[in-house]
């Protein structure tokens, strides 16, 4: 990260499927050296991490969990349909009882990749992406 972004001042947004390992994420990218201990790892001894100072977590994630009451005892009906909404199986179907920004909001998104947006603004070089299933 470092070596393509060395602004220290960079936004940085972070996103998982249920925002619990983008806030893991945005910690380590805010304060590597208090967070990547507590997740387990280790900093070589005389090395000192600076982290960036922007750093945001997009809250609930991209599908969302469900919602829980106070007490933990029954899920939330978000949409007010009287009903909550089963989870069939189906990967990438939207479930409006669900909280991520996808579900819940309703918000459009597409799998397909810009290349125009793929490239560093700097120096025009290109930004590997890596995917995780």
Do not use: H
């Not at 990438?92 to 309703?106: H, I, L, S, T, V």
């Amino acid at each position: 990260m470092a070596e393509k972004f060395p602004d220290r001042d960079t936004p940085i947004l972070t996103l998982c499927r249920t925002g619990k390992r983008s806030v893991w994420a945005a910690n380590i990218l805010a304060n590597p050296m208090e967070w990547i201990p507590k997740r387990g790892g280790t900093i070589p001894e005389g090395v000192v991490l600076e982290g960036y100072t922007n750093v945001r977590n997009i809250w609930e994630g991209f599908e969302g969990k469900y919602k829980w009451d106070d007490t933990l005892t029954f899920a939330l009906d978000l949409n007010n349909d009287g009903e909550l909404t089963p989870m069939n199986g189906v990967v990438m179907e939207q479930n409006a009882d669900r909280d991520g920004w996808w579900n819940y909001q309703q918000l459009p998104y597409s799998t397909e990749l810009e290349l125009d947006n793929l490239y560093g603004a700097n120096n025009g070089e290109f930004i590997p992406l890596y995917f995780q299933e």
